[in-house]
């Protein structure tokens, strides 16, 4: 057991731990940051949140994934989840009985005050700024939708909030689900190694990240700009910045003009790059 581990709370932890074993449907962590996610697809969590850093961080009690199968709350005989559109049409409907019960499951184990959201392309757009907001809460009940989605009577009765990944269909909320909680962990103290990666990331002061280069000094006959090899760490932060500006004025003119608002500037200024 690691001293991030005992500081959370975790019982026991073998060293061993597969990624689908690194989850729990028992409440073993107090105080740690808290994902439930209500899926057709249980099998598929932690999928990529069971490697890398946001893995070890689930190994180390960090943070904790309880995936909640949908079929377990089906009806009848086929455990049925789904059903036709009321009005016709094509596709089917998560059922509102079945999505209620799976959420007052969840509800009973979720932190308080976690937001509960159902992953949804009518949505607000998940952004870094929304991603910082859930960090901040002590963990989140995430709704996975499958075929035409959820019954709207769910979404009203329990004021959920709709979160969309994109302005694009997938087939279900899963891949949205492992995105909110990838970009969200990686924000809870001592989850990355390094806090100043998160500063210096695009989005965190308004502007895309600056060009990042290293070695080999010269690829293919290109050299990495002379100022970051110059040791001047005035001109570099310097450079990067401009560099960061620039990006954002091209590639992101919103942005860009909010964050010229934000620095009391115009934004059609020139820049000196
Ligand atoms: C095929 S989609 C349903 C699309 C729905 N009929 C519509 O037109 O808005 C099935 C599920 O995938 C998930 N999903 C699809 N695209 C998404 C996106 N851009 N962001 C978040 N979730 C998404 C949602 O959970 C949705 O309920």
Not at 127 to 147: K, N
Not at 220 to 229: A, H, R, S, T, Y
Request: overall charge negative.
């Amino acid at each position: 057991m690691t001293d991030n581990a005992r500081s959370h709370g975790r019982k026991s932890i073998k060293a061993t731990l597969k990624p689908q074993e690194l989850m729990t449907d028992s409440p073993l962590l107090a105080r740690a940051w808290r994902a439930q996610v209500i899926t057709l697809l249980p099998n598929a969590f932690p999928g990529v949140l069971g490697e890398s850093l946001t893995g070890k961080a689930l190994k180390d009690g960090l943070w904790q994934l309880d995936a909640i199968d949908l079929r377990r709350f089906g009806e009848g005989k086929h455990r049925n989840v789904d059903d036709t559109p009321a009005g016709g049409g094509a596709g089917m409907v998560l059922r509102a009985d079945v999505m209620g019960q799976a959420i007052e499951h969840a509800l009973k184990d979720a932190p308080k005050n976690a937001p509960l959201i159902y992953l949804s392309p009518r949505g607000k757009r998940f952004d870094q700024a929304m991603a910082r907001r859930l960090s901040q809460a002590p963990g989140v009940t995430l709704i996975c939708g499958r075929f035409e989605g959820l019954d709207q009577r769910v979404i009203d009765h329990y004021g959920i909030e709709e979160v969309s990944l994109g302005d694009f269909v997938m087939t279900g909320g899963e891949i949205a689900a492992q995105a909110l909680i990838d970009a969200t962990v990686r924000l809870i103290p001592r989850v990355l190694g390094n806090q100043a990666s998160t500063e210096d990331e695009s989005f965190s002061d308004g502007l895309l990240e600056h060009p990042q280069y290293t070695r080999p000094a010269t690829w293919k006959g290109l050299p990495i700009p002379e100022i970051l090899l110059s040791g001047h760490h005035g001109n570099i932060t310097d450079w990067r910045q401009s560099q960061a500006e620039r990006l954002t004025k091209e590639r992101r003119p919103d942005l860009w003009r909010a964050y010229s608002a934000a620095h009391g500037r115009d934004p059609d200024e020139d820049q000196e790059l």
